[in-house]
């Protein structure tokens, strides 16, 4: 991450722990988008990613006082965020458990629904949604949302090497599922 963002971050923390309210604004402001994104692609659902938008800032915001500078205000942003959509998972049981989705689909359809740019990513997006909930979330946060391994980890609250290994059988996953695309447009 880019110190000067992060200290940049550290201060809004600081100020919004003393009292000002004007330091949360701020944290919306550069970090509300991203977080939507994100919440958007785990539940694939935009109206439940802006609770969980709305619940990360109200967080923060009572919270601002435990906050310890050693955590990157990011990392722990995406902490509150990860956290509340698995609970929402959960709740509602709106994961896919069976990764065996895409099983049974004609070839041929897949390479006509992926000739166009906005029908590939109809189709990226159905494979992503197929994965279980944790690869489907290192993935995300890795690629989607550019966190390095570690920060990834610590959002996830696993280890370095628990997250690289759910990422390997993410992509290798991803993979099987996109092959037919990758086969038919060669």
């Given amino acids: 991450m880019d110190t ?4 940049e971050d550290k201060t809004y923390m600081h100020r ?3 009292g000002d309210d004007s330091a949360l604004t701020l944290l919306i402001r550069k ?3 991203s977080i939507m994104r994100f919440a ?3 539940l694939d659902d935009a109206d439940t990613a802006e609770d969980v938008v709305q619940h990360v800032f109200t967080q923060a915001w009572q919270n601002a006082h435990r906050w ?4 990157q205000v990011k990392t722990w942003l995406y ?5 509340y959509c698995l609970n929402i998972l959960k709740s509602t049981k709106r994961y896919i458990q069976d990764s065996s989705l895409l099983d049974g689909i004609d070839e041929s359809d897949l390479a006509e629904e992926s000739a ?5 990513r109809k189709v990226i997006d159905l494979a992503m949604n197929s994965l279980p909930k944790r690869q489907k979330t290192v993935l995300l946060l890795r690629y989607a949302e550019g966190f390095s391994q570690s920060e990834a980890a610590e959002i996830m609250g696993v280890s370095e090497k628990a997250l690289e290994s759910l990422a390997s059988r993410g992509k290798s996953e991803m993979a099987k599922k996109l092959r037919p695309i990758k086969e038919a447009l060669l």
Avoid at 4 to 7: K, P
Avoid at 68 to 71: G, Q, S, V, Y
């Fill in 4 to 7: 000067s963002s992060d200290e």
């Fill in 16 to 18: 919004l722990a003393a």
């Fill in 31 to 33: 970090h509300g988008s």
């Fill in 40 to 42: 958007t692609n785990l």
């Fill in 68 to 71: 310890k500078p050693r955590a």
């Fill in 79 to 83: 902490t509150i965020a990860h956290n």
């Fill in 116 to 120: 166009t740019r906005s029908q590939s």
